[in-house]
């Protein structure tokens, strides 16, 4: 299990330097007690690949584990709507 782990998590960081189509924005987010996808070896490497390449990233880093808190949610969906969210 762990070495498929860390298979999909290099993975997840190389598939940025072999796929680029156009400029979508891009919204990430990752628990910082996430177990299944650790976020060093992920977000944290992929995020700035991303960034060097000219995409819009919104990255947002939260206190939890591989989950989507649904505040996260709702940001996420705000941001790429380009609506502000209501307090």
Do not use: N
């Not at 987010?29 to 996808?37: C, K, N």
């Not at 649904?70 to 709507?81: A, D, P, T, Y």
Request: include cysteine; glycine fraction near 6%.
């Amino acid at each position: 299990m762990e070495h498929a782990r860390c298979q999909l998590q290099h993975m997840l960081t190389e598939c940025v330097s072999v796929w680029q189509e156009g400029k979508p924005k891009i919204y990430i987010s990752h628990g910082t007690d996430d177990e299944v996808l650790i976020i060093d070896y992920c977000s944290r490497r992929l995020v700035p690949r991303l960034q060097e390449r000219g995409y819009d990233v919104k990255y947002c880093e939260f206190d939890g584990p591989h989950t989507v808190p649904r505040s996260i949610c709702q940001e996420g969906i705000h941001w790429f709507l380009g609506h502000p969210l209501e307090a």
